[in-house]
């Protein structure tokens, strides 16, 4: 069993950064496979990155390959996002995702945990 919590969202500037956290609960977390996604009004969730338990592997969105990076640490239990050169398409609730597996997939449905979610809003 994996809790997932997110913090780091709010509100900033296009062209601005944030760094998202999800801090995850469980001695397991190592081995899991970490994804975030996010969800904007009236739209489905969509796949943002994902990296392997040994953050050794990376995968991202094309919508936001360049520009955001994702990256663990093993020893704090927590993955992060970090977003720069936020458009306001960027807006959405992001949630970070778990999956007990070494293979990272971009489906909602491959992952079996879920944080609540944390609102990044980037105004124009």
């Known amino acids: 069993q994996v809790q997932l919590v997110e913090s780091g969202g709010g509100l900033v500037q296009a062209g601005g950064s944030l760094r998202l956290s999800c801090a995850a609960s469980?001695?397991?977390?190592?081995?899991?496979?970490m994804g975030w996604f996010r969800q904007a009004p009236g739209k489905e969730r969509e796949f943002v990155a994902a990296?392997?338990?040994?953050?050794?592997?990376?995968y991202y969105a094309d919508s936001v390959k360049g520009r955001f990076t994702i990256s663990r640490d093993n020893a704090k239990n927590t993955v992060y996002l970090q977003m720069n050169s936020l458009k306001p398409e960027d807006t959405a609730v992001y949630y970070c995702?778990?999956?007990?597996?070494?293979?990272?997939?971009?489906?909602?449905?491959?992952?079996?945990?879920w944080g609540q979610g944390t609102q990044v809003t980037v105004s124009s």
């Open positions: 995702a778990a999956r007990p597996n070494i293979v990272v997939v971009t489906t909602p449905g491959g992952y079996d945990y």
């Open positions: 469980g001695r397991t977390f190592s081995s899991y496979a």
């Open positions: 990296i392997i338990w040994s953050g050794g592997y990376t």
